[in-house]
């Protein structure tokens, strides 16, 4: 797997690569077993997590307009998120910024992403929110 240097601190940082070992993080703040759902392609259920900015990506302007960036969750698990930004304001993130995510996880082959990280428009679920410098943008 190819790595690089974290600025300065001598750890080997994830380089857009989904998953570079065998574990992840073990759980949530909501006990939800991460790694059972990254191995077994389990997907539509609600997370909640909290990782640091590795990459951040175009926009995706394919129908509804998306903010991406790829989050690194711990145990050599990153995840892309895709924030909605027509029905939430975009965050000002930069690399290395930590950020809480809440939103759907869905498997690809590429280890998952997280979307519907802003209110349910429809008002039928809570929806999701990025926590980011204290504020919640949803």
């Known amino acids: 797997a190819r790595t690089r240097k974290r600025g300065g601190q001598g750890r080997p940082a994830t380089l857009f690569l989904w998953h570079t070992r065998v574990s992840a993080p ?47 969750i711990g145990g050599g698990w990153t995840l892309l998120i895709a924030h909605n930004i027509d029905l939430a304001k975009r ?22 992403l997280v979307h519907w990280t802003h209110d349910d428009p429809h008002g039928n679920e ?3 929110w990025v926590r980011y410098r204290r504020k919640v943008y949803k």
């Open 26 to 72: 073990k759980k949530n703040n909501k006990g939800t077993d991460l790694n059972k759902r990254f191995t077994r392609r389990d997907d539509g259920e609600w997370i909640e997590v909290t990782g640091f900015v590795r990459r951040l990506l175009s926009d995706d302007n394919d129908g509804s307009r998306h903010q991406r960036f790829i989050i690194d």
């Open 91 to 112: 965050l000002p993130l930069g690399m290395g910024d930590r950020v809480n995510v809440r939103g759907m996880y869905e498997w690809n082959d590429m280890g998952g």
């Open 126 to 128: 809570d929806g999701g």
